[in-house]
Nanobody, 115 residues
Framework: VQLVESGGGLVQPGGSLRLSCAAS????????MSWYRQAPETERELVAV????????DYADSVKGRFTISRDNAKNTVYLQMNSLKLEDTAVYYC?????????WGQGTQVTVSS
């Protein structure tokens, strides 16, 4: 099983980034996919989730209206489009795949918002 995140980097406030998470080794379409983030000296927090099947989504209040999670089951990839980035969005962003008791994590990608 592998989850490989990409797309992180340094961006100015107000800018945009798109994160990708390429999955392999499991039936991607059956899994709930999520993005979490963790800033220094804070707990990991859920940013966005997209479910299997109909692909319903949920977002943390702090990112609603700015971030969009999507998935491409044909490419086994989940995305996080991040717009209007703020300084407080700076964190390591992690991809997560969950199906009942099966729970997989990527290695994380750094997003730094700074002027």
């Amino acid at each position: 099983v592998q989850l490989v995140e990409s797309g992180g980097g340094l961006v100015q406030p107000g800018g945009s980034l798109r994160l990708s998470c390429a999955a392999s080794g499991f039936t991607f379409s059956s899994y709930r996919m999520s993005w979490y983030r963790q800033a220094p000296e804070t707990e990991r927090e859920l940013v966005a989730v997209i479910r299997s099947g109909g692909g319903s989504t949920d977002y943390a209040d702090s990112v609603k209206g700015r971030f969009t999670i999507s998935r491409d089951n044909a490419k086994n990839t989940v995305y996080l489009q991040m717009n209007s980035l703020k300084l407080e969005d700076t964190a390591v962003y992690y991809c997560n795949a969950r199906f009942y008791l099966r729970d997989y994590w990527g290695q994380g990608t750094q997003v730094t918002v700074s002027s």
